[in-house]
């Protein structure tokens, strides 16, 4: 099992795969569904959940999962919006409407529970966050957190942040920009704090309905010139089916087996960690890694001792004192002047 967060805290599990089939005789007795698919939503109105290649190992990623059919996670997305006079989100699943709090996160995942007898620590300022950075290591002085790219990041925080967006976004990139609560959670994770993942976490879902609903909204008014529409896709496909799930198994209604279904295999497809920016074959790195982040079982694996020979062969690279690195790419040629 590995954990993005602490071990206070139980955000993935690579051999718990949650599925909502059950066997006949535990499902409850329920009328038929009111409305068919096409009167929750018309399939016209659907809109692509995301799926994108990824680099992280699958056997040690995000994995914990749902089986969901497709018309309930199109539903979600279609009528999430913000009740001001409740305070909080809100959605339609089958013929009902739910409200939505980062404590709905926290049951789904089933992580960093509220006790009162054990206080969450508080999360670093914006001014703080920018001195972490500068203090892990970044190839220039960070003065905002806007000026903090993935791709810069020295190893392994590059490593740590990409695993952080996966688990929360299901896509990545290496030129985005980290917001405020993905690098705390960064923070809490190497500093061992106990903050409230589930807040930070729920900060970042609530991001990307602000930006579905904006593209939703940019999508229905006229493009001008040659300006394209924005796509509009579905991202968080992990923590909407698994809020989904929840919902399903506190609430009755319908599994609608007749209904398209979401499968695992059809989340964003997870394949190798990728630890170079793009078109390089160098590996950036930065300070080593804390010592108390280095558990015995971590300095007995083949890959420690290999990152550490790599991390040497890097500091004599930089020192001039190999002529050559066989890893980096051939020099090209040199063009004949006029």
């Known amino acids: 099992m590995i954990c993005v967060v602490t071990s206070r805290c139980r955000l993935l599990d690579t051999k718990a795969d949650v599925n909502v089939d059950a066997p006949a005789e535990q499902a409850p007795a329920m009328a038929p569904p009111a409305h068919t698919d096409e009167k929750i939503l018309p399939r016209i109105k659907w809109v692509p959940i995301g799926k994108r290649n990824c680099y992280l190992d699958m056997e ?9 059919p497709s018309i309930y996670i199109q539903q979600f997305w279609d009528t999430i919006q913000y009740d001001k006079i409740v305070g909080c989100y809100k959605c339609q699943l089958d013929e009902q409407w739910f409200n939505l709090t980062k404590e709905t996160l926290r049951d789904a995942l089933q992580i960093t529970p509220v006790d009162n007898n054990n206080a969450f620590s ?17 190839p220039k002085v960070v003065r905002h957190l806007y000026d903090v790219v993935t ?19 299901g896509n990545t990139s290496g030129f985005e920009r980290p917001r405020a609560p993905v690098l705390q959670i960064l923070w809490g994770v190497i500093n061992r704090a106990h ?3 589930a807040e930070k976490m729920w900060e970042e879902f609530t991001q990307s309905i ?16 040659k300006k394209k529409a924005t796509l509009i896709v579905i991202l968080s496909v992990r923590f909407t089916k698994l809020i989904i799930f ?16 979401h499968l695992p295999t059809k989340e964003p497809v997870m394949g190798y960690l990728k630890f170079s920016a793009k078109g390089t074959k160098r590996e950036v790195f930065g300070m080593p890694i804390p010592n108390e982040l280095i558990t015995d079982d971590i300095r007995g694996v ?3 001792n290999a990152y550490l020979e790599k991390v040497a062969k890097h500091k004599r690279y930089l020192a001039g004192e190999e002529v050559s690195d066989p890893d980096s790419p051939a020099p ?7």
């Open 60 to 68: 040690r990623a995000f994995v914990a999962s749902s089986t969901i």
């Open 122 to 138: 508080s999360p670093p300022t914006t001014d703080a966050l920018v001195k972490f950075v500068n203090d892990l290591g970044y």
């Open 151 to 169: 791709n810069d990041m020295f190893q392994p925080w590059r490593a740590l942040t990409t695993i952080i967006n996966l688990c929360l976004k």
């Open 195 to 197: 903050i409230d993942y």
């Open 210 to 225: 602000h930006t579905f609903i904006e593209d939703k909204k940019n999508l229905a008014q006229p493009t001008q010139g």
């Open 246 to 261: 929840h919902l399903q198994r506190k609430h009755k209604f319908h599994p609608r087996p007749e209904s398209p279904l």
């Open 302 to 304: 083949q890959y420690y």
């Open 332 to 338: 090209k040629p040199a063009k004949a002047t006029k």
